[in-house]
């Protein structure tokens, strides 16, 4: 969705407030912490002075703002391989200089970061290297990965890291942790994620509503305000807009011939170019694993709501919503269940040279979708967050010859 949009001013204004509001309170003393995206932020709302900062998202924002490879250099110049997933790199290069081109001059230092297994161990590594450059505590949250439903031995595992998490900062931070609070921010998440939800649903209208592209760029505020009202209002207003945009005949490419689905985290460097070439072409990635993920648990498209109970159980619960600690049968339900409701003619498996976790199963989804489903794929070399890993003439040629597979079919039809 165009900045032109009143949810695209309110998403400027969302996170940039979101990160004035952490360099702040941190400077008048607040206790900061960084975390991991899946490490649950409403936990720190039960407490009255704690703020967060998030150094993947931190990242991403480098990378679409076009700062993603000064960044990586720094770390590559301090010897960090260029094989390393470019958020680390450009998380260590942005550190190694203080946030110098950093659009939000980086993140105020941490007095101690959290990171978890979840996602994929080298995040935990990253955050190792800041515990020994700063000298500051490291919590890890092991959460197993999943290759069914969540079992109960493993929320419960996961719970009793909470509780530690928490004492740890009510030992290290001297405050105390008030649950209810905590409760109120997870409904908040939770309230918001549906209003998220009811956005990602106009991609099921023809022509659709939004692109996958809008609700890349809309994830921002999951990473830096959720759990807060603000969070709530926001997702509220993108999906009333997008809905009456949808009801006034407002459509992102209104001459959709090809919906698309795309397979992996955003190529923050591309978005703009290529939403506006595919457009150009009738076509329009309509949808994402990497987005419509958020609020499910494992392997779903259908939000999974807070019930007004424990919320340490819904935010364990909720822990392995992102793709990457999938197997391979959780992975093909959701490609699956997604590709039927958004009716996709084809998909665009991103192998991703940064997020191994990410790409390391794509060839045998693509064999699964095409080979057994019959859903047109091609696969494309791209990095999310580092533009020297990606050709965007191979990158086109692919998707082009990936419409004309699209259009082959339908003529055999
Ligand atoms: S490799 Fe993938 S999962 Fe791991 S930190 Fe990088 S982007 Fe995240």
Partial sequence: MSEKTH?????????????????ARAAQGAFVVWIAINVPAELFYGFDNVVYGVPESHAALNAAK?????????????????????YARIDIGSVSDKGMDSPTFGLPKPDLLVSDTNNCSLLVKWFEVHHREMGVPHFIIDVPFCYEPQKEKDRQYIIRQFKDLIKTIERLSGQTFDEKKAMQAVANTSEGINHWKRFL???????????????????APFLVARGTPQFVEHY?????????????????????????????????????????????????????????????????FELFAFDGGDPLEYCARTQNCYMCPHGMKLRGKSMKEAVQKLNIDGIVFASNRSCKPYSITQMDQQKLMTGQFG???????????????????????????????????????
């Fill in 7 to 23: 949810s695209g001013k309110h998403l400027t204004k969302v996170v940039g407030e979101a990160y004035m509001d952490l360099h």
């Fill in 66 to 86: 076009g700062a993603g490879v000064t960044q990586c250099e720094k770390a590559e110049r301090l010897g960090y391989s260029m094989d390393l997933c470019s």
């Fill in 201 to 219: 649903t106009f991609a099921e209208h023809r022509p659709s509503g939004i692109t996958a592209f809008d609700s890349f760029v809309q994830m």
């Fill in 236 to 300: 509220r207003m993108l999906a009333d807009e997008t809905e009456q945009r949808v009801a006034d005949g407002i459509f992102p490419v209104p001459d959709e011939k090809y919906r698309l689905f795309w397979d992996n985290i955003a190529p923050w460097h591309q978005l703009r170019d290529m939403s506006g070439r595919l457009a150009a072409l009738g076509t329009n990635i309509v949808g994402a694993t990497y987005t419509s993920c958020i609020g499910t648990v494992e392997g779903s």
């Fill in 375 to 413: 859903v047109p794929s091609v696969m494309i070399e791209v990095d999310h967050a580092d533009a020297r890993k990606y050709s965007r003439e191979s990158t086109f040629t692919r998707l082009e010859a990936l419409i004309e597979a699209i259009e082959a079919g339908r003529r055999a039809v």
